[in-house]
């Protein structure tokens, strides 16, 4: 299992956390059981503690994970959210209450035996993927339980899962990421990325354990190493940031961010955080 906990050790996919006035909509993750962490990179929250004035946008920029989720108060509407381009914006009611799973990159299609490619850029019913997860969450979960008391019921269901499970560590596709993860997303996917096989054959273990190609995933990772950096607006213009990060000029960097993203990143790291 070592080259799947290498992931974890290089890469932290990350969500901008929620921020409204008198914290009426919150945003929590809780780390599933150690030996999950390899695996399984989060349990989220995303709930409101009081009735807002107006329905709710939640935006989720990309991330490079494929995620399971639901509303705790209609557990049996559940669903899987691939691997995505650009980032999506889901309108809530004024009131919600989600949980969420969060695997790290290549587990999802490892532990349900799908094709990651086929659930990229849109989220769609988890019954149609997993019966038996999808029945486990609708049947045991409710708006009575604490988000503590979720987590601890997913790591007891998932590591009863892995124990069943046989990873396929094809380590011409975890060098790539590794290479990927280690250079922060800024490389040439020609030339870097040589793990003994084609372009065309590394092509298609990426779209089918990630979601898509290497040159998309390596875009995503380079994204998220700029929302971890935190940079300011200022020191974005001032450091030319976008050339250190392979961008040949500002407009392009912009254009990418918005599109990871949603908004430009003087907005995202200025008066908009």
Same mark, same amino acid.
């Given at each position: 299992?070592?080259?799947?906990?290498?992931?974890?050790?290089?890469?932290?996919?990350?969500?901008?956390?929620?921020?409204?006035?008198?914290?009426?909509?919150?945003?929590?993750?809780?780390?599933?059981?150690?030996?999950?962490?390899?695996?399984?990179?989060?349990?989220?929250?995303?709930?409101?503690?009081?009735?807002?004035?107006?329905?709710?946008?939640?935006?989720?920029?990309?991330?490079?994970?494929?995620?399971?989720?639901?509303?705790?108060?209609?557990?049996?509407?559940?669903?899987?959210?691939? =691997?995505?381009?650009?980032?999506? %914006?889901?309108? !809530? *009611?004024?009131?919600?209450?989600?949980?969420?799973? /969060?695997? +790290?990159?290549?587990?999802?299609?490892?532990?349900?035996?799908?094709?990651?490619?086929?659930?990229?850029?849109?989220?769609?019913?988890?019954?149609?993927?997993?019966?038996?997860?999808?029945?486990?969450?609708?049947?045991?979960?409710?708006?009575?339980?604490?988000?503590?008391?979720?987590?601890?019921?997913?790591?007891?269901?998932?590591?009863?899962?892995?124990?069943?499970?046989?990873?396929?560590?094809?380590?011409?596709?975890?060098?790539?990421?590794?290479?990927?993860?280690?250079? =922060?997303?800024?490389?040439?996917? %020609?030339?870097? !990325? *040589?793990?003994?096989?084609?372009?065309?054959?590394? /092509?298609? +273990?990426?779209?089918?354990?990630?979601?898509?190609?290497?040159?998309?995933?390596?875009?995503?990772?380079?994204?998220?190493?700029?929302?971890?950096?935190?940079?300011?607006?200022?020191?974005?213009?001032?450091?030319?940031?976008?050339?250190?990060?392979?961008?040949?000029?500002?407009?392009?960097?912009?254009?990418?961010?918005?599109?990871?993203?949603?908004?430009?990143?003087?907005?995202?790291?200025?008066?908009?955080?």
């Amino acid at each position: 299992m070592e080259i799947i906990k290498n992931i974890r050790n290089l890469y932290s996919p990350i969500q901008p956390t929620v921020k409204r006035s008198k914290q009426e909509v919150i945003y929590r993750e809780i780390n599933p059981h150690l030996e999950l962490q390899k695996f399984i990179y989060c349990y989220w929250e995303l709930k409101t503690t009081k009735q807002l004035e107006q329905p709710f946008t939640y935006r989720v920029v990309t991330d490079g994970c494929i995620d399971v989720f639901f509303e705790l108060k209609n557990p049996d509407k559940n669903f899987v959210m691939g =691997f995505c381009k650009k980032y999506t %914006e889901f309108p !809530l *009611n004024d009131a919600f209450h989600y949980i969420g799973i /969060r695997f +790290l990159p290549t587990i999802f299609p490892q532990i349900y035996k799908v094709d990651a490619a086929l659930l990229s850029n849109k989220f769609q019913s988890l019954n149609n993927i997993s019966i038996s997860t999808s029945n486990f969450i609708a049947n045991h979960f409710s708006e009575e339980l604490q988000f503590d008391e979720i987590a601890v019921m997913f790591n007891k269901y998932f590591l009863d899962i892995i124990k069943q499970n046989n990873f396929d560590q094809d380590h011409r596709l975890y060098d790539a990421i590794d290479t990927i993860l280690q250079n =922060f997303g800024v490389l040439n996917i %020609e030339t870097d !990325l *040589n793990t003994g096989i084609s372009q065309r054959q590394l /092509r298609r +273990l990426f779209k089918y354990y990630i979601g898509d190609t290497p040159k998309s995933f390596s875009k995503v990772v380079r994204f998220q190493n700029i929302l971890r950096a935190k940079p300011s607006s200022q020191s974005l213009k001032k450091n030319k940031l976008f050339y250190d990060l392979g961008y040949y000029d500002q407009a392009h960097f912009i254009k990418d961010f918005k599109n990871f993203y949603g908004v430009t990143p003087s907005k995202a790291f200025g008066r908009e955080k």
